[in-house]
């Protein structure tokens, strides 16, 4: 039977409907995540102009980048409008898909490229790297269930195979992370470093060839006389100093190569001062440095090496002592993927004892959930 309500009837009398309360949004502390994570973004950008041979700039702008994204997701969500909820939903979903792709599209990018590396450079470990890196990426996925199907393990097997597994996959979780901040460093030194005129040119060596100068070599000489018409244009008279010791297969010094490639180029020989010593990246930063005399300490300095070498060979300056930046000459596509892992190599060997105490922790972290799960299948 209907119930009817008379309207003539006391307030009192009339049934009392549920009241429904609509909680509101706080977005203060999410904002309060995205003004961190954009004041984190602007640290970074001001550390890349101030001192961008500095890894942690790249490694901090991960984590601003993260918080940006995670607050703007939230405050998406947060606003009550159905299609902005549906295109969120989607946009996360694309996301999680393109990185689920991108994984296997660059592990097999790294197997191409360095069956490439390895036809056009020969064979040696340095040319592998890639290979090896898309092997491992290719690898760690699949290898627990390919362990698993070849027999049963047991508890404890299970439990050391989880063990291992974890392990190597927060190495090289870790391992990843740092790489995109390598590059992230690499990336932003370039951009954002702070423009200079430079007293003195400093040119790397690349080895020589029947002690002719390379195409490599080559390109960066052409990109030292670059920088150095350019000062010259501008009223000022830079000197040039091309820096390579003497290999043992190597009829003369690169730095003597490389003036000789100078002269044919135009460049006068009062502009070229030879540094013929050097083995190495750091040493060819070191006697050049002592060839600027008590000049060099204050002279702003540019240094020019191969692309893929300019952040090293960034921090390397800064350890030499030299004020200045890095320029780097374009090198062939295909060498670049292999030569920026190794340069990754060489950048976590330099700071190898910060990395292996985050490792170590991480390892002893495992280690500990691995013994409470072992006494839990023992008990």
Known sequence: MAVTTDPAAPASARPVEPEVRVQPIDFLP?????????????YCVLGFRRAGY?????????????????????????????????????????TLLAVFCGYFVLAVFLLVNGVILLRREGVR?????????????????????????????GDVGVLVLGYVFAGLLLVTAYLGFCFLGFLISAVGYRRFSRKTHPRYIVVLGAGLIRGRVTPLLAGRIDRALELYRRERALGHAPVLIPSGGQGADEPLPEGEAMRAYMLEQGIPEESILVEDRAATTDENLRFSRELMGPAGAEAEVAVVTSDYHVYRAAVLTRRAGLRGRVSGSRTAAY?????????????????????????????????????LALRAVAG
Request: no cysteine.
């Open 30 to 42: 999410t904002l309060l995540s995205l003004l961190l994570g954009v004041g984190i973004l602007v």
């Open 54 to 94: 500095r890894l942690r700039y790249g490694l901090v702008t991960i984590v601003g980048a993260l918080m940006v994204l995670d607050a703007v997701t939230t405050l998406l969500g947060d606003v009550r409008w159905e299609w902005l909820s549906l295109v969120v939903g989607a946009l996360s979903l694309l």
């Open 125 to 153: 470990p340095a040319n592998a790297l890639s290979l090896a890196a898309g092997l491992w990426m290719v690898a760690l996925p699949f290898s627990p269930f390919l362990l698993v199907a070849v027999g049963p393990l």
């Open 335 to 371: 060498y670049v993927p292999s030569a920026f892992i190794r340069e990754f190599a060489a950048i976590m060997v330099m700071n190898r004892w910060a990395h292996l105490a985050v490792v170590g922790a991480m390892g002893l972290a495992v280690t500990g959930v691995f013994a």
